[in-house]
């Protein structure tokens, strides 16, 4: 038997399962949709909601170099109808305690992924380090980060996203947490929505500290020319549209933006001046404005890039040599490491510091995985989320380094979890990371 504890919130009663020493409240409707269509706050529950399930994952393609390395999907629906959170509380936490609240945005190139993957478990995270962690599934693709900003809203996976923060402000304190302490995490993209919420109207005051991880500033500015030729590519969508349709087209998206260089690696994403964010040219005032009332922890892994060297044939075969895997990695993969992942964050840093903002900057130097070399693109998230049983014999973790990896896990998630409490990082980990702290 199930053993269910309720929770009474403003929307409602949510009933949510006791799993050990922790309490998952899942896939919570944050909102409601129409396809093209911006969110709206889901309505009460006039009834008990038994959050028991996942959060679908939203509509998106399959992705073969993506499938090769993470463990599969199993046992989550597809639906357009995705937007869904989940809570996770230590299961002892009492009704007087306020916890710091961590919300995690995952990454996956604004096209794949989903809140609720178990590789975003949060299980340990919240266990150790007494948080409440809510994980988020939000639009991706042609349905939440094309749009042409007339016939079809742009930006609507940022969208999602902010009405999922408002449902936490409204409702966390339910759960034990604290919505005056808020702090968004993301990788990858994940990262570079929650930069870019920090510079979107509407969400101010909605949190108070950010965790930006390996996002990839370098091919997220410059990109108005490449998404007018996705948007010719992929051509008038609508509701009536079949989803099929909807994502064979996006794949048309995907090749029109390939003669764009890096930037084509990502085609779709956020659009400036097109609500809710501003003007591309005023992108760093507001930034400024910003630094004052959000902390930020921002930084990226030494051989981000190295992830991406399987994908292609000859690449994957030179690092199976020693010496020509040296080559690769100082001639290839430490350029466009920096260029795309790490020479921004220190720019950010610094704007950030100099607007009168508290920043601190991070460089992974040891992640979890053995091959191709070094700490790779998505080599913190074995050891944030997920625990053994999503990533223990993957191709991220073999099985007889999971030890090891989850001892340096340990120390990452206390980082993050005294950042989230207190804006400060005190950790001396130089052998994992590296940090500027100004």
Not at 242 to 254: I, S
Not at 323 to 337: D, G, I, K, T, Y
Not at 393 to 413: C, K, N, Q, T, Y
Request: hydrophobic fraction near 45%; aromatic fraction near 8%.
């Amino acid at each position: 038997m199930t053993d269910l504890r309720a929770f009474e919130t403003p929307v409602g009663t949510v009933e949510a399962r006791v799993d050990g020493d922790v309490v998952r409240a899942q896939g919570i409707p944050y909102a409601v949709a129409e396809r093209f269509r911006r969110p709206r706050p889901a309505p009460a529950f006039t009834t008990p909601f038994a959050a028991v399930t996942p959060a679908p994952v939203p509509p998106q393609q399959p992705a073969a170099f993506v499938d090769e390395l993470l463990p599969p999907m199993q046992h989550l629906a597809v639906d357009e109808d995705c937007h869904r959170l989940t809570v996770t509380l230590p299961a002892d936490v009492r009704p007087d305690e306020r916890l710091p609240v961590m919300v995690w945005v995952h990454g996956g190139s604004y096209v794949i992924g989903g809140g609720d993957l178990p590789i975003h478990d949060a299980h340990d995270l919240v266990a150790e380090q007494r948080v409440v962690v809510v994980s988020v599934t939000y639009r991706l693709g042609v349905l939440g980060f094309l749009g042409d900003g007339d016939r079809v809203p742009a930006n609507l996976g940022l969208f999602d996203l902010i009405e999922a923060l408002r449902w936490v402000r409204t409702n966390i304190r339910s759960f034990g947490g604290d919505p005056d302490a808020v702090t968004l995490f993301g990788q990858s993209a994940g990262g570079d929505a929650i930069a870019h919420l920090m510079i979107s109207s509407g969400t101010e005051g909605l949190f108070r500290r950010a965790v930006v991880q390996s996002a990839p500033f370098g091919i997220s500015r410059r990109r108005a020319r490449m998404s007018r030729a996705v948007l010719r590519a992929v051509g008038v969508v609508d509701a009536t549209t079949p989803l099929d349709d909807v994502l064979g087209r996006q794949v048309l998206g995907t090749r029109a933006g390939a003669p764009f260089g890096l930037r084509g690696g990502m085609p779709f994403g956020t659009q400036y001046g097109q609500a809710p964010l501003p003007e591309e040219s005023r992108a760093a005032d507001a930034w400024r404005a910003a630094a004052p009332r959000v902390d930020v922890l921002i930084g990226s892994a030494v051989d981000e890039a190295a992830m991406f060297v399987r994908a292609v044939p000859v690449l994957a075969a030179a690092t199976r040599r020693r010496p020509l895997r040296a080559l690769v990695r100082w001639l290839l993969v430490r350029p466009l490491s920096e260029i795309v992942y790490g020479r921004d964050v220190r720019r950010f840093r610094d704007r950030h510091r100099a607007a009168g903002g508290n920043a601190t900057s991070y460089r992974l130097l040891r992640g979890a995985t053995a091959r191709p070399t070094g700490a790779v693109h998505m080599s913190d998230l074995p050891m944030l989320l997920g625990g053994r049983a999503a990533w223990a014999g993957s191709a991220f973790v073999p099985e007889r380094d999971w030890a090891a990896v989850d001892e340096r896990g340990r120390r990452l998630r206390a980082v993050w979890a005294e950042f989230a409490r207190t804006g400060r990082v005190t950790s001396d980990d130089d052998e994992t990371i590296a940090f500027d702290r100004g």
